[in-house]
């Protein structure tokens, strides 16, 4: 079993940065591919960013240029980094991991079936 858990979300002032983590306990990331998601109340789950086994990335056009998705040498940690902040980017963020889904195949529909979920970490972007 593999519990993974966010962290570094927080408020920020429109402009900022912030460091997202999402650490596995139980397994290392290696063979799987891990997302990072965000919600607003009220509207659906997106996917910002992933990162596949071979290292290859995935952005969001509204993030494209402003955040970096990485994952440490020992591939127990996945990172986001997000710089230039903007009010849109209010949400809570989330992490989830597939061993089987590479990051093209990581839908809408097929969030529920996704392997792992993290609880979550509110991201407050405003002055």
């Known amino acids: 079993q593999v519990t993974l858990v966010e962290s570094g979300g927080g408020l920020v002032q429109p402009g900022g940065s912030l460091r997202l983590s999402c650490t596995a306990s139980g397994r290392a990331f290696g063979p799987y591919a891990v997302g990072w998601f965000r919600q607003v109340p009220g509207k659906e789950r997106e996917v910002v960013s992933c990162i596949n086994r071979n290292n290859t990335t995935k952005y969001a056009d509204s993030v494209k240029g402003r955040f970096t998705i990485s994952r440490d040498n020992a591939k127990t940690t996945v990172f986001l980094q997000m710089s230039s902040l903007k009010p849109e980017d209010t949400a809570v963020y989330y992490c989830?991991?597939?061993?089987?889904?590479?990051?093209?195949?990581?839908?809408?529909?097929?969030?529920?079936?996704?392997?792992?979920w993290g609880k979550g970490t509110l991201v407050t972007v405003s002055s």
């Open positions: 989830a991991a597939d061993i089987v889904l590479p990051c093209n195949l990581i839908r809408p529909v097929n969030y529920d079936g996704l392997d792992y």
